[in-house]
């Protein structure tokens, strides 16, 4: 079953990745691995510190298929969509 996905509501960095690795399972299912990691920003309500040991908040979340995967400092999740490493102090 294919998922309706409204590409219209989507961001620019979400539509970009449903562009590069399709929309199947759009919002249900996630995996850094097999499919386009991509930020966005946290909400501004988010008081979680980022896990990476520079003790600021965690300004940015990491997402794959609509799902969000972890959160961070932007430097942090930056380096989680290029590399997929997770960094912890």
């Given at each position: ?44 309500a ?44």
């Amino acid at each position: 079953m294919r998922s309706l996905v409204d590409l219209n509501k989507l961001s620019r960095a979400a539509l970009s990745a449903a562009m590069r690795g399709g929309v199947d399972g759009w919002g249900q299912f996630g995996s850094a691995d097999l499919h386009v990691r991509y930020m966005e920003l946290a909400p501004s309500a988010s008081r979680r510190c980022c896990s990476c040991g520079c003790k600021r908040r965690a300004t940015h979340i990491g997402m794959a298929n609509g799902i969000c995967l972890g959160m961070g400092c932007e430097l942090s999740i930056r380096r989680w969509v290029k590399a997929g490493e997770v960094v912890h102090g």
